[in-house]
């Protein structure tokens, strides 16, 4: 990490890194004002760094870019008001292609200047050929100013001989491969395109005369912006004030893949997928849980945040009293002070307290949202021990994170995922547990929607992180040595 970020707190590193987010506005006084609160409403999907580049007609384009929280950063009436204009989009940043938190300039958005003037891109998601591009791209002469797989992007638009910055955009998209949703802009005009799976996500919405777009429902509802509708898988809109939206579908239509972990993690809770609420959705999760893999118990515990509506959600299903056994010290977080030995061996004792008056003699179910290394999932069952409780129970409410992810998400390399290595029965003596259970991949397809569970000729989602199956071919790390599935 920067040296201007701490490092992560032991309990965040045993999670999977949310991706990034991107926000963009259109038609409204002040647009940077708009972007910084829907960066913040995404701060989740990213917090390590955040940028925004603005559009006015008499000062041009301007940028500013920061490590660490838009609230820090993007909330001075002195830096706002050096992005002035209608037009503008924005950024936040985890590391997921490059190298880890190395300098300003590997934060997004990324700009460059063409024939027929300047433009920004923001993107949320991963490469998979960007090696391959970046390599060819160099060798004819193109010079790289970070080390993102999006500023390919940039230079595929700059050797592009299409006529006009959005058809330079498409044509670029046309040459990557892998997960992306982009947000640009040029001095007119805001554009927006998802890959032909729509891995990761991207909507429309509506504020006053102008537009927004943005990575979830819940950034669109803090600027008091309509939810209008998804773009599209494949879909290309460019927008406006002249014209208003133009829609184009500028690549080969493939079977739509959607992230089904955003469901699981990613998303807020607050906001909408696909026309489901992800709280809902999650709340179904415990339910199917609790009928895959009921056990006898007293108490239904969330492993705080991500795990509560899960576990509202089992709670319900088996009749067992839900209660806040753990409770999430809100204020905690990277700009803590310098930890010591001492304090940093505290663990996660640090974010997390054991309600000790209600776990006491307790046979305790925890719910929590997945299991990644499991170093953090051991350290909550000593803390639940030593509370006094008679039983521990892990119930996760997603299959065995057993792949690592290419699309976006900052996963650990796979021999040290927990479930790439050992079988469930395997983990669960190696977390010392009572007993462990994962949702089935049928049970939370039918938790998101799909009745009859997961197609396994063609999947509904992008499950690979569980099933292994790549729906996009991660060239990439197949030429440095990485073993499809299908090979081992």
Not at 23 to 33: L, M, Q, R, T
Request: glycine share 10%; proline share 6%.
């Amino acid at each position: 990490m920067s040296k201007l970020m701490p490092p992560a707190h032991p309990f965040d590193d045993d999670k999977l890194k949310e991706e990034c987010g991107v926000f963009g506005v259109i038609g409204v006084a002040d647009a940077a004002n708009f972007v910084a609160l829907g960066m913040h409403a995404l701060q989740h999907r990213g917090q390590e760094a955040g940028g925004i580049v603005s559009y006015h007609p008499e000062h041009g384009f301007n940028s500013a870019r920061r490590f660490g929280y838009v609230r820090d950063n993007f909330t001075s009436q002195s830096l706002m008001q050096t992005l002035p204009g209608p037009l503008a989009i924005g950024h936040v940043r985890y590391s997921t292609a490059g190298s880890k938190g190395a300098a300003i300039r590997d934060v997004q958005p990324f700009f460059g200047e063409f024939s027929m003037g300047g433009a920004a891109i923001a993107h949320n998601g991963n490469l998979t050929n960007a090696d391959a591009l970046r390599k060819e791209l160099i060798e004819r002469g193109s010079i790289f100013q970070s080390s993102s797989d999006s500023e390919c992007i940039i230079h595929l638009m700059a050797r592009s001989l299409q006529r006009n910055i959005p058809e330079r955009v498409e044509d670029a998209l046309r040459r990557v491969e892998g997960a992306f949703s982009v947000v640009a802009m040029t001095r007119t005009k805001l554009i927006g395109v998802r890959d032909p799976m729509g891995v990761r996500p991207l909507v429309l919405g509506k504020i006053g005369e102008g537009w927004a777009l943005s990575s979830e429902t819940c950034a669109l509802d803090i600027i008091g912006a309509e939810f209008v509708r998804e773009i599209e898988p494949g879909e290309m809109v460019v927008i406006s004030e002249k014209h208003g939206i133009e829609s184009v579908r500028p690549f080969r239509p493939q079977p739509a893949k959607f992230c089904i972990f955003e469901h699981v993690y990613f998303s807020r809770p607050d906001s909408i997928i696909r026309g489901r609420s992800v709280y809902e959705t999650r709340r179904q999760i415990g339910v199917e849980l609790a009928r895959e893999a009921p056990v006898d118990a007293d108490l239904v515990c969330p492993v705080p945040d991500s795990g509560t509506p899960a576990a509202i959600g089992f709670a319900h299903e088996s009749g067992i009293p839900f209660g806040l056994g753990i409770t999430r010290n809100q204020y905690m977080g990277r700009t803590f002070i310098e930890p010591t030995e001492q304090i940093r061996n505290m663990g996660v004792r640090l974010k997390l307290n054991v309600n000790r008056a209600l776990v006491k003699d307790k046979r305790v179910i925890l719910v929590d949202d997945s299991v990644v290394r499991g170093t953090t999932s051991r350290k909550i069952k000593e803390m639940i021990l030593d509370a006094g409780a008679a039983e521990v129970h892990f119930r996760i409410a997603s299959p065995p994170t057993a792949w690592p992810c290419f699309y976006g998400v900052d996963t650990p390399q796979r021999e040290k995922l927990l479930a790439a290595t050992m079988n469930e029965e395997e983990m669960r003596q190696h977390l010392a547990v009572d007993s462990l259970k994962f949702i089935s991949l049928d049970g939370l397809y039918r938790a998101v929607g799909e009745a009859k569970g997961r197609d396994t000729k063609c999947p509904q989602y992008c499950d690979a992180c569980f099933s292994g199956e790549y729906p996009i071919q991660p060239s990439d790390m197949i030429e440095k040595g990485f073993r499809l599935k299908a090979a081992e």
